[in-house]
C-alpha cells in the first residue's frame, strides 16, 4: 500500500457495543487505563487507514463462519496488549472487514481473551457479518469515538487523552 491511499474506516453497530463493554467492565474505575485504551483504538483507526493488511503478529486473515464469505471482503483479526489489564482479559481482539473495493475498514467486534479463548462463537460471528453485509449497519468513525457513551466513561473523560499525551502513566 501506499502512503496517498486512504481506507475509510467504520463502525459497526456491534463494535460500539463491545467497545462500550469493555470500557465499562473493565476500566469503569481505571481512568488512566481508559484514557490508554481509547488512545490505542485511534491509534488502529489510523494505521487501518493506511494498512489494513498488517502482519503478524499483530493482525491475520481469519477463516470466516460456514457460509458468510463474501467475493471481495476479507475477515481479518487484530492482537494486541489492553492497556493496564492482566491475565487473559490483557489478550484483547479486534475482528475487522476489509473491503479492498470499496476501500473501506469496518470494525466488527472488539473483546478479550478472556471473553472467548479464540474469538466469538461461529454461530454468532457468521449472523452478526450478514447483517453487517446485507445491511451496512454501520456508522462513520469520525463522530463516535470522541463520544465513548455513558456517564461513567463519556465525552469530558475521553477528551482528556489530548491532555495526558505528554505525561506517563
Not at 32 to 45: C, D, P, S, T, Y
Not at 134 to 152: A, T
Amino acid at each position: 500500500m501506499n502512503g496517498s491511499e486512504q481506507f475509510h474506516i467504520k463502525l459497526s453497530n456491534n463494535f460500539e457495543r463491545t467497545q462500550q463493554k469493555l470500557l465499562r467492565d473493565r476500566y469503569r474505575k481505571n481512568q488512566a487505563g481508559l484514557v490508554k485504551f481509547v488512545e490505542l483504538i485511534q491509534k488502529f483507526i489510523k494505521f487501518l487507514s493506511i494498512d489494513p493488511r498488517p502482519r503478524p503478529p499483530l493482525g491475520h486473515l481469519e477463516p470466516w463462519p460456514q457460509g458468510s464469505s463474501r467475493d471481495g471482503l476479507e475477515l481479518w483479526k487484530l492482537e494486541f496488549k489492553m492497556p493496564q489489564l492482566r491475565g487473559a482479559a490483557e489478550q484483547g481482539r479486534l475482528i475487522y472487514l476489509l473491503d479492498i473495493r470499496k476501500k473501506e475498514v469496518v470494525l466488527v467486534w472488539i473483546y478479550t481473551h478472556a471473553e472467548f479463548e479464540k474469538r466469538p462463537p461461529d454461530k454468532n460471528l457468521k449472523h452478526l457479518l450478514i447483517k453487517i453485509m446485507d445491511n451496512y449497519e454501520v456508522s462513520d468513525e469520525s463522530k463516535n469515538l470522541d463520544d465513548s457513551g455513558d456517564d461513567e466513561t463519556g465525552k469530558d473523560k475521553v477528551g482528556e487523552n489530548k491532555s495526558n499525551d505528554s505525561q506517563g502513566a
